[in-house]
């Protein structure tokens, strides 16, 4: 694993957009007795791609262990760094420490979509666009950064099952 640096929910209350990076550990509360995890992969157009492990505790910690075991609880995300992160307008995420250098295992096989009607395209991490159909854009991440309530509806989908 990259060097890890885990500095805790109490050192920076907000990180501003423009300091956040490909690696770093956040940690959200996601109800009153339980905190979620995750890391981000990207910086995509409109916020950061990023994946939410299924690593859950009563407490804002976790150890590089933890993190070495974690998988994906839902699939990638765009979140809305800004509002989460930056501004703090919904919810309690914070930036929580970081891994240096770090690169998904999948990152060349990561697409985005966007597009309407007919009309739609994929882009990779690299800004590479190809069009591609309306009923193929169900295979891939919807470029549209994601708050606080849509992630903790997909983490309890995922969960409740």
Known sequence: MQK?????????????????KNGDIFCFKMDENRYCFG????????????????????????????????????????????SLFDRKLEGEWRIIGRQEDYTASDFDNIY??????NHWKIKDLYGNITRISAEERFQYILLSPQGDYRVKESILKCISN
Do not use: Q
């Open 39 to 82: 890391r981000i992969i990207a910086k995509v157009d409109f916020g950061h791609l990023a994946e939410i492990f299924d690593y859950m505790s009563d407490k804002p910690c976790i150890n590089e262990n933890d993190i070495e075991k974690a998988v994906r609880l839902i699939p990638l995300v765009v979140l809305d760094s800004y």
């Open 112 to 117: 985005l979509t966007f597009g309407v009607g």
């Open 4 to 20: 890890l640096k885990i500095w805790g929910w109490d050192k920076k209350e907000r990180t501003m957009i423009r300091f956040i």
